[in-house]
Nanobody
Framework: QVQLVESGGGLVQAGGSLRLSCAASGSPLYMNAMGWYRQAPGQRRELVAA???????NYADSVKGRFTISRDTTANTIYLLMNSLRPEDTGVYYC????????????????WGQGTQVTVSS
């Protein structure tokens, strides 16, 4: 119903920046809210950032002021600009979509991509 293709992960030193991109295709019914969640080994999924169709955003407290999510609704693409990266930001980042108008938890997403690894070295 929804296909998601992520890009932009990699290895970066602490304090550096990365930009993730995600192109979505499929049924618009499942692409109301879009966003990113991450999962580190042995950790539960954590919502990183989400954005509604109208552009309203919400962030995990741990990334506020450092990460910025944006959305090109026409192209069904979202971006995550990550600045001032920390070792604790390391994990697999998944692009995801939801039929809900807005999401506040990783479990609110109904579709997600394969994930892209982000590794921040100290």
């Amino acid at each position: 119903q929804v296909q998601l293709v992520e890009s932009g992960g990699g290895l970066v030193q602490a304090g550096g920046s990365l930009r993730l991109s995600c192109a979505a295709s499929g049924s618009p019914l499942y692409m109301n809210a879009m966003g990113w969640y991450r999962q580190a080994p042995g950790q539960r999924r954590e919502l990183v950032a989400a954005i509604t169709r109208s552009g309203a955003t919400n962030y995990a407290d741990s990334v506020k002021g450092r990460f910025t999510i944006s959305r090109d609704t026409t192209a069904n693409t979202i971006y995550l600009l990550m600045n001032s990266l920390r070792p604790e930001d390391t994990g697999v980042y998944y692009c995801a979509t939801s039929s809900l108008a807005e999401v506040h938890f990783a479990t609110d997403f109904g579709h997600w991509g394969q994930g892209t690894q982000v590794t921040v070295s100290s």
